[in-house]
């Protein structure tokens, strides 16, 4: 049984930083692409970051580009997600993802695996 859980979310203040952690385990965690998505309340969920299986790879969207770092220590079977100077638009609950792909996750990729979600709220 493959699970992915999240922990590292909290309510902070604007500019301020938090490191989310993703623990995969019941799958071969090398095999895998990861990545984070978000969901704001009353949106659709949105993708935030990907990266490959080495952990060479990363792939952002626009609005985190040089604020957010995805990474991943596979000995671990961990993925992180490193968010600095946040903003109130980056509140939402943030979803770790699987994907059987050597490659790094994009907003297309097809996810095989979530995780249950981590609510980060950043006050302004």
Sequence with gaps: QVQLVESGGGLVQAG??????CVAS?????????GWFRQA???EREFVAGVNWSGQITYYTGSVKGRFTI?????KNTVYLQMNSLKPA???VYYCAASNTAAALTPTTKIDFWGQGTQVSVSS
């Design 16 to 21: 301020d930083s938090l490191r989310l952690s």
């Design 26 to 34: 019941g799958l071969t965690f090398r095999n895998y692409g990861m």
């Design 41 to 43: 309340l009353g949106k």
């Design 71 to 75: 990474s991943r220590d596979n000995p």
């Design 90 to 92: 980056d509140t939402a």
